[in-house]
T-cell receptor, first 112, second 117 residues
């Protein structure tokens, strides 16, 4: 089962621009994670934000979490062509960190 | 860092046959692994939770007799697609967490492409 929707479904930008992706979820969560997937490959973990955190940074990535709205955003600053990939949010429920439920994902294309 | 290996990365099988996909944690022990399925341009759908030494827990709508899961050791879980049909063609990904490692990062395998002809 999917947890929620991601917005936008697809995003096309130029190198150097910022990319913002949003994720909404339905149930209460323990944490929310963002993953990246290159076409036809496995997933790479980007960042985890706990339910008691509101914002987290990692390099060019900035993640926010609003538990009252059950939403999160991922901002990639100064995008590069190599950032082209699909990005998924995934939520871990109160049962633990193990079982992840994924959002629909955003396909990001960064053009040189 | 922790690595999860899947094998085979690609497999083609004939309709009606069974195919087995392996998921191994290479440098850590995983009491729990997870199997996901992904259709092209779609998200990952959790199929089942694989528990070492016990039966797998399947998500609603997933046929346990069709997707057999065995977690015989702390480093290996297998998914067997039985009596495969073309609609079973998909990308299958496993994940595992290192319970002894720092943080709560879950490691994913590289996935296995299954094509049923």
């Amino acid at each position: 089962s999917q947890q929620g929707e991601e917005d936008p479904q697809a995003l096309s930008i130029q190198e150097g621009e910022n990319a913002t992706m949003n994720c909404s979820y339905k149930t209460s969560i323990n944490n929310l994670q963002w993953y990246r997937q290159n076409s036809g490959r496995g997933l790479v973990h980007l960042i985890l934000i706990r339910s008691n955190e509101r914002e987290k940074h990692s390099g060019r990535l900035r993640v926010t979490l609003d538990t009252s709205k059950k939403s999160s955003s991922l901002l990639i600053t100064a995008s590069r062509a190599a950032d082209t990939a699909s990005y998924f949010c995934a939520t871990g429920g109160s049962g633990g960190y193990n079982k992840l439920i994924f959002g629909a994902g955003t396909r990001l294309a960064v053009h040189p | 860092g922790a690595v999860v290996s899947q094998h085979p990365s690609r497999v083609i099988c004939k309709s009606g046959t069974s195919v087995k996909i392996e998921c191994r944690s290479l440098d850590f022990q995983a009491t729990t692994m997870f199997w996901y399925r992904q259709f092209p341009k779609q998200s990952l759908m959790l199929m089942a939770t694989s528990n070492e030494g016990s039966k797998a827990t399947y998500e609603q709508g997933v046929e346990k007799d069709k997707f057999l899961i065995n977690h015989a050791s702390l480093t290996l879980s297998t998914l067997t697609v039985t009596s495969a049909h073309p609609e079973d063609s998909s990308f299958y990904i496993c994940s595992a967490r290192d319970v002894a490692g720092p943080g709560n990062t879950i490691y994913f395998g590289e996935g296995s492409w299954l094509t049923v002809v």
